[in-house]
């Protein structure tokens, strides 16, 4: 056993609560822990996320360029259409950026508090047709 493990991603934010929903929705996941302050959650494929009080937390501005993106998520989906459209029915809004370098597909959006988070389409999905 390893001397240390991962934990939690841990986001500050204003309403842990109401950030811990989108994420379990997204996620298909369930709350594992809530205290005052802290909301923590499992997605359906062991991704552990925590969600912090700081009333006075402000979110990331990119993409402006004069701005970092300081931390983000990515996640990876098989249909990026249908996950832009589930995050946008939870609350979340796409981001305008730039089309990504690489060889992966992706799209930028932001969760409802503004935390920002990539979504990439799983590598080798063939193409759309039709």
């Known amino acids: 056993m390893p001397l240390v493990k991962a934990g939690y991603v841990v986001l500050d934010c204003a309403e842990p609560e109401k950030l811990a929903v989108f994420y379990k929705e997204l996620l298909e996941g369930e709350q594992t822990d809530a205290t005052a302050n802290r909301v923590e959650i499992q997605g359906a494929d062991g991704t552990r996320l925590a969600f912090r009080r700081d009333m006075n937390a402000t979110p990331p501005s990119w993409p402006r360029?004069?701005?970092?993106?300081?931390?983000?998520?990515?996640?990876?989906?098989?249909?990026l259409d249908e996950a832009e459209r589930r995050i946008v029915g939870l609350g979340g809004r796409p981001v305008e950026a730039k089309d990504a370098p690489g060889p992966y597909e992706e799209r930028g959006f932001s969760?409802?508090?503004?935390?920002?988070f990539t979504l990439r389409r799983t590598p080798g999905t063939a193409p759309k047709q039709g």
């Open 65 to 79: 360029p004069e701005n970092s993106l300081q931390a983000h998520l990515d996640f990876v989906v098989e249909d």
């Open 111 to 116: 969760d409802p508090a503004g935390h920002s």
